[in-house]
């Protein structure tokens, strides 16, 4: 079995759990906002933890959201620039872009996780949660968009090989 082809479904493996994931968060997400907001004007008397857990729980969700938007491949203004370009500046663009994704994201995961070793020991007031758990966000993420940005890559040059095969 070649290279890319594990890499594809490893890829999709990795897919599925992570749209699991993000599908959870999001019950979570409005079932938290449900009982801030049920607290707040139905009993009269407000929570604190479930504020700060929606704040951990929504950074979790919106940068596995962005990672599942990566494993897409496209990117809107550079996908509608590649289509008017034409299929081989196209090409060179969509690489570019993933290189360029690639890049940030393995800045994202170096520098998060400086950040969130250097705060590991910080608990959040009023849930007491360890920070490290929220701050470990952008190096997991930057780790998996930076997986999914050289599948992308990968995709990209298999795409254009099965092309030239073909003529």
């Given at each position: 079995?070649?290279?890319i082809l594990r890499m594809q479904r490893l890829g999709d493996r990795l897919k599925?759990?992570?749209?699991?994931?993000?599908?959870?968060?999001?019950?979570?997400?409005?079932?938290?906002?449900?009982?801030?907001?049920?607290?707040?004007?139905?009993?009269?008397?407000?929570?604190?933890?479930?504020?700060?857990?929606?704040?951990?729980?929504?950074?979790?969700?919106?940068?596995?959201?962005?990672?599942?938007l990566t494993e897409s491949g496209e990117h809107i203004e550079f996908s509608f620039?590649?289509?008017?370009?034409?299929?081989?500046?196209?090409?060179?663009?969509?690489?570019?872009?993933?290189?360029?994704?690639?890049?940030?994201?393995?800045?994202?995961?170096?520098?998060?996780?400086?950040?969130?070793?250097?705060?590991?020991?910080?608990?959040?007031?009023?849930?007491?949660?360890?920070?490290?758990?929220?701050?470990?966000?952008?190096?997991?993420?930057?780790?998996?968009?930076?997986?999914?940005?050289?599948?992308?890559?990968?995709?990209?040059?298999?795409?254009?090989?099965?092309?030239?095969?073909?003529?």
């Amino acid at each position: 079995m070649n290279y890319i082809l594990r890499m594809q479904r490893l890829g999709d493996r990795l897919k599925r759990l992570l749209v699991l994931i993000v599908s959870l968060q999001g019950l979570v997400l409005v079932l938290l906002i449900g009982i801030a907001v049920f607290f707040r004007y139905a009993v009269g008397r407000a929570l604190s933890w479930p504020e700060e857990v929606l704040g951990f729980v929504f950074i979790w969700f919106t940068l596995l959201g962005v990672v599942l938007l990566t494993e897409s491949g496209e990117h809107i203004e550079f996908s509608f620039l590649a289509n008017v370009l034409g299929p081989g500046i196209g090409k060179v663009l969509a690489v570019f872009t993933q290189i360029l994704i690639a890049l940030f994201s393995g800045l994202m995961a170096y520098y998060g996780y400086t950040y969130a070793v250097m705060f590991r020991f910080e608990s959040s007031p009023a849930a007491g949660i360890n920070i490290l758990w929220l701050n470990l966000s952008l190096p997991v993420c930057g780790v998996l968009i930076l997986f999914y940005a050289h599948l992308n890559i990968l995709r990209l040059f298999a795409a254009s090989r099965n092309r030239t095969n073909r003529k």
